[in-house]
């Protein structure tokens, strides 16, 4: 009984702490998924993402993460944002990073859940993750049943959509666990149809290397010039996939005030992009995910929108 106490108890503390779907699956290997990274490693989707090589094992199974694991709780938080840089013709950025990096916030949501349940049941051990270890989110979230994975490969909730955070606990505590939900992709193709890069090149398979978000954040060395015209404007990321989602249309503003953009952010015009200074971006970018592509990245990103656009 303890067993469904916990997890109901889990529950409602993440709800409160702002998450809005949790979902528990075992611990265990994920066979049907070490085929499929296999083969995607094997094409080199992964582009100079050497990074993606590593720790094979450990991404397939959690208790090589975590000694002891019996359950992995995923996590759900939505940051969509319905407002768009108001100048149509200024380099764009991925909504994700509108506002500070969701890296910490997240996780510091994470470790305050952990807190209350070792005040509540006690001893427990457990390890978090957003997006930061060699984790497989979108697997144990489609298993847990808080989302499916769309042709996109993102997850996608029937009543939030597919801008939303995933997250994790993999713990040795025992919890009931869900199961997973139906696939309702159905014949839709409006992903696969709309990227310019043709990186979706089969069912929830993307060419990582293709991908207009590999090349304007992962890649650090110059941008190569057969992606002229290709990348439709996007500075920072890529919505696309997202943007021509039909069950985007529930999507709901976030509720986080820490995602809000810098009010600077969506009012700059092409010009004051392009002429975009250190300084400048430091301001904007305070604790921000843009970060990670630094200044140097996000000015050779702006230089070659204005090659497409010469």
């Known amino acids: 009984m303890s067993i469904i106490r916990h997890t109901n108890f889990l529950k409602q503390t993440a709800y409160q702490l702002g998450f809005q779907y949790v979902g528990i699956s075992k611990a265990d ?84 859940l952990v807190r209350i349940l070792q005040a509540e049941i006690g001893d427990i051990q457990g390890r978090v993750f957003v997006d930061s270890a060699p984790v497989m989110e979108r697997a144990w979230a489609a298993k847990s049943g808080i989302g499916w994975i769309g042709k996109h490969s993102l997850l996608i909730n029937r009543s939030v959509g597919s801008f939303v955070f995933l997250a994790e606990l993999i713990s040795d505590l025992e919890l009931e666990p869900d199961g997973p939900i139906k696939d309702y992709c159905g014949r839709c193709t409006r992903c696969i149809d709309a990227c310019p890069t043709e990186a979706i090149v089969a069912d929830k398979v993307v060419d990582g290397s293709k991908c207009i978000s590999y090349f304007t954040i992962e890649l650090k060395e110059d941008l190569p010039p057969e992606m002229t015209g290709k990348f439709d404007n996007w500075m920072f990321g890529c919505d696309i996939c997202q943007e021509v989602c039909p069950w985007n249309r529930f999507a709901q ?58």
């Open 253 to 310: 503003k976030h509720q986080e005030p820490l995602f809000e953009p810098h009010p600077d952010l969506l009012q700059m015009n092409r010009q004051e992009w392009q002429e975009l200074t250190k300084e400048v971006f430091n301001e904007i970018f305070r604790k921000s995910a843009v970060k990670r592509t630094k200044y140097t990245g996000l000015k050779r990103n702006i230089e070659f929108l204005n090659h497409e656009k010469e």
């Open 29 to 112: 290997f994920l066979e049907e998924e070490a085929a499929h990274l296999d083969e995607w490693l094997k094409r080199a989707y992964h582009g100079k993402m050497g990074y993606m090589e590593n720790h094979f094992d450990k991404r397939l199974d959690p208790r090589k993460l975590v000694a002891g694991a019996k359950s992995v709780v995923s996590l759900l938080y939505n940051y969509h944002h319905p407002q768009k840089q108001t100048d149509p013709n200024a380099p764009k950025i991925s909504t994700y990073a509108y506002g500070k990096d969701y890296h910490w916030i997240i996780k510091d949501k994470l470790r305050e």
